[in-house]
């Protein structure tokens, strides 16, 4: 027998009361065990009280603190949240994809096989809390329907020894298979996707960078698929912000726009995709493509990368320099003195690489200089946003993977940006969805970029940000959405023809009205 609702619950908010006991635990991963619970309990009291507390509750249910509760997932496991399809399933994916309620009626999965987790490596099964935390934010963020949402973790063996030795290790305990075999366990593993849910939307997320371009490539033309990581999402929301950056830094410098110079700090293909994603600021501003690729350096850790160092590595040589011959340049402090850069970008996962003298070099150089520490979680960024405002005197204009607090300054309050894939993977996935589009392509990416950083308020512009504040992600989402639905129909990969008759303020109102709400505490009772 059910028990009865106690009278009390009837005359206070309870929403309320789980606040309480939220912000009663001391940890971040205590707050993300209680949520955790909260959502086994109660999903719908669950969403009331993320989407009512937002800025507040999305730091522990995604980056930083999901990192945490990834690297300790075979710890605070408490119950069965997602599917783990593992390799020893290979033969039979369909039958094992089946158990997940869902069926048909899925629409969006997040696929991760836990080999690269933010910047904290291989995590093999540990990795589910991910792809859980980024469909909590499809679901807060851009209003997709709980109940369509398929978390999955591929479950592929791991190479951290430490895991394989751990006694509650959840996973298989192997080592992960040679190329081959998990190419053929990828294209089941698609195929049954397909059969079981055949209207799905799939993201990979945080695979091991050449596992992530390699499958991007080899089904992104026969299935509806993209990356959340460097290759698609991180690329567009770091150009989204830079548009943004640079019109701030150009107006303070009295410069052009395409006087600008980024240079970027890891050249792992993070950076190298991040980087040819950034070439289209150029291009959208008139240069092109060789002008854009002359205006970006690349940065690795022997240096400065160039066209002839000996044995350079296939993905670093479309921007290695050839106009620099002199002796090998290796510090970050000398690579900036030679490259004058406007823009310094960090992917490199060093924390603190981005030390007093480099950010003072960068100040010195430049009157707004441009300051994206892009390695996640906090604990791998290249500088905290408060040693950034300090050592340029508040002139920075900073974006971090990871979220930052305002700071104080000299009697004055700093915003900092996030430049993280939340704030556009949601509206990605609402407007593939709505159009049912067919395939996900670089145009609608692209035009998810440009509608993010045309979304500024004019109260967002006059604060300084380069990113809109998060409270609006609902917002946010149908409008990037409404964008990639246009670019979909320009493509002619939509297959929602209703939508091509709406005029735009119509097709706004629509995504809107298809955004799921929770039922409020009292709709419920
Ligand atoms: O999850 C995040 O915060 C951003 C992301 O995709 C990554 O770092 O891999
Ligand atoms: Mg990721």
Redesign the pocket.
Known sequence: MTPRTPPYFFNTDHRQRCLEQLRSKATGLEKYIYLNGLKGRDPNLFYEVLLANMLEIIPIL??PTVGDACSNYSHIWRRPEGVYVTIEHKGNISQVLRTWAAGPAARIAVVTDGSRI?GLGDLGANGLP?SIGKLDLYIAGAGIRPTTTVPICLDLGTNTQKFLDDPLYLGVRRKRPATAEMDEFMKEFMEAMREVFPQLLVQF??FSTDNAFRYLDMFRSQYKVFN??HINS?GAVVLSGFINSARLASEAAGKALTDHRILFFGAGSAGIGVAKQLMSFFMLNGLSEEEARQRIYTVDSKGLITADRKGLQEHKKYFARTDYAGAPLTTLVEIIEHVKPTALLGLSTIRNAFDEDVVRRMASLNTRPIIFPLS?PVSLCEVDYEDAIRWTNGQVIFAS?SPYNAVEHNGKSYEPGQG???YIFPGIGLGTILSKAKHVTDSMVEQAAIALANSLTPEEKEADLVYPRLARIRDLSAQIASAVIRAAQLENVDQNNLLRSLSDDALLDYIKAKQWEPATGQARL
Do not use: A, R
């Open positions: 995604y980056t933010l991910i997320e945080d959340d990581d991180t996640n993977g993280n894939n939340m």
